[in-house]
């Protein structure tokens, strides 16, 4: 058996025989039967739900005339995104601000909530980094064919003809190469903050540790807001009208 949360665990007490016949039916065999659900996908789980109480809760108590401190910072958040959005992408950037914010929102709570004694970041795991890029990358390419249609593809081509059968394969390598990219740089930066902050309460238990969970904090912030940016800048080449 693995090593699980206690609320890995509790989700596998409560759904491992209907969650382990979903996962045979699709020609898939959990390594661990009696416990299919991992840690990752239990603190993806509960990131989930927590950003979906809160957004029901902001839902209910949006005000124009006595706005909550909670609505003052999503409105920030909201303002801060849309605004960059804007500086790289250009004046229809609006549109994409649903997505950017909760991708950045998802990230930054699920590196944040490995600080919670009993629980650990889902994206120190690396399926779950893996999962945002691939979201990612999905998204800006859609966006990319509903905005020039099967125009879009032209720009694999690079901007001479006779180029066309060097620059394709250049092209799906660069942007193949951007899932990895993503996916390491959140992956090896979390994983690493959450080693070494066990590591050093395991040895010092008092005060040194707070100067990593500091350090923690500020990784987390800055992670969540370098993949936004980067997955706004892939966006940006994808809706560009000239590619």
């Not at 799906?172 to 080693?195: C, E, K, P």
């Not at 010092?204 to 500091?214: E, H, Q, T």
């Not at 350090?215 to 940016?229: E, G, K, P, R, T």
Request: proline share 7%.
């Amino acid at each position: 058996m693995p090593e699980q949360l206690w609320f890995t665990q509790f989700l596998n007490n409560l759904a491992a025989g209907p969650v382990t016949a979903f996962l045979r039916s699709l020609h898939i065999e959990p390594h661990h039967p009696q416990a299919p659900i991992t840690n990752a996908f239990a603190m993806e789980l509960l990131v989930f739900a927590f950003l979906i109480l809160v957004f029901a809760i902001l839902r209910t108590r949006l005000s124009v005339d006595s706005p909550s401190g909670l609505q003052h910072v999503f409105e920030g958040l909201q303002g801060f995104v849309e605004g960059q959005s804007h500086e790289i992408i250009g004046a229809h950037s609006e549109g994409y601000t649903p997505f950017l914010m909760a991708l950045g929102l998802f990230i930054l709570i699920g590196n944040l909530i490995g600080l919670i004694p009993g629980f650990e970041s889902p994206t120190a795991a690396g399926v779950v980094p893996l999962g945002c890029a691939i979201c990612a990358f999905f998204y800006y390419h859609w966006q990319g064919i509903k905005h020039s249609g099967l125009a879009y593809f032209k720009h694999f081509a690079g901007p001479m003809p006779v180029l066309a059968p060097l620059m394709i394969p250049i092209e799906i390598i660069s942007h193949l190469a951007r899932v990895m990219s993503l996916t390491i740089r959140l992956y090896a930066n979390m994983f690493a903050g959450d080693m070494v902050t066990l590591a050093f309460f395991s040895l010092v238990p008092i005060l040194l540790p707070v100067a990593f969970l500091s350090l923690h904090i500020f990784v987390s912030l800055l992670q969540a807001y370098i993949f936004v940016l980067l997955a706004t800048v892939y966006l940006a080449g994808a809706v560009a009208e000239e590619h």
